[in-house]
C-alpha cells in the first residue's frame, strides 16, 4: 500500500508528537531566545507525559500495519518513525527564526542554529528511544500470545 512506503510512514509518524509539543516549544524558545521567563513547569510537564504517550501509540500503530503487511523489519523503522518529529522541531526553530527574532549577524545565526541542531538531535534521540522501546514491548507482547501448535 501507498501509506506504507517507509519514508512517507516515518515523516508522517512525527507529526503528531511534534504536534503535542509545539505550543510549549513557542514559550520554550521565547523564554530562551527572548529573554522572557518561563514559569509553567506543572503544565511542561504534563505537555511531556502527552509527548511520551503520543510517540508510543504512533509507532506502535505504525509498526502493528507494518507487520500487518508481513514487513518485519521494524526495528529501525520504529525508531525513526517517532524520532522524525525531530525534523519537525528543527524546521519550527527555523520558522522562528526567521518570524520572531531579529538575530542579523552571521555569527549569532550559526550560533541559534547550532544550539537548534544539537536540540533537535538530543529530541530525536528521546522521541526516537521512545518509540523503539514501545514497539519492542508490543512486539514481544503479541508475538508472546502466538501459539504454533
Known amino acids: 500500500a501507498w501509506y506504507m512506503n ?3 510512514s ?3 509518524g512525527g507529526i503528531l ?3 503535542a509539543v509545539f505550543i510549549e516549544l513557542f514559550f520554550i524558545l521565547t523564554s530562551i531566545w527572548l529573554n522572557q521567563f518561563y514559569y509553567i513547569f506543572g503544565f511542561l510537564f504534563l505537555v511531556f507525559i502527552i509527548l511520551i504517550v503520543t510517540c508510543a501509540e504512533i509507532t506502535i500503530v505504525l509498526c502493528y500495519f507494518q507487520l500487518c503487511s ?3 523489519l521494524w526495528w529501525w523503522r520504529s525508531y525513526l518513525t517517532s524520532g522524525s518529529s525531530a525534523v519537525y522541531l528543527f524546521l519550527y526553530a527555523t520558522f522562528y527564526f526567521f518570524t520572531k527574532l531579529e538575530i542579523t549577524k552571521l555569527v549569532s545565526g550559526m550560533l541559534y542554529f547550532g544550539y537548534m541542531l544539537i536540540a533537535s538531535y538530543a529530541f530525536f534521540v528521546l ?3 521512545i ?3 514501545a514497539c519492542f514491548w508490543f512486539t514481544r507482547l503479541i508475538y508472546s500470545s502466538v501459539k504454533i501448535d
Request: charged residues 10%.
Open 131 to 133: 518509540g523503539f522501546y
Open 70 to 72: 508481513e514487513d518485519y
Open 10 to 12: 516515518i515523516l508522517i
Open 6 to 8: 517507509p519514508v512517507f
Open 17 to 19: 508528537p511534534f504536534g
Open 127 to 129: 522521541t526516537g528511544t
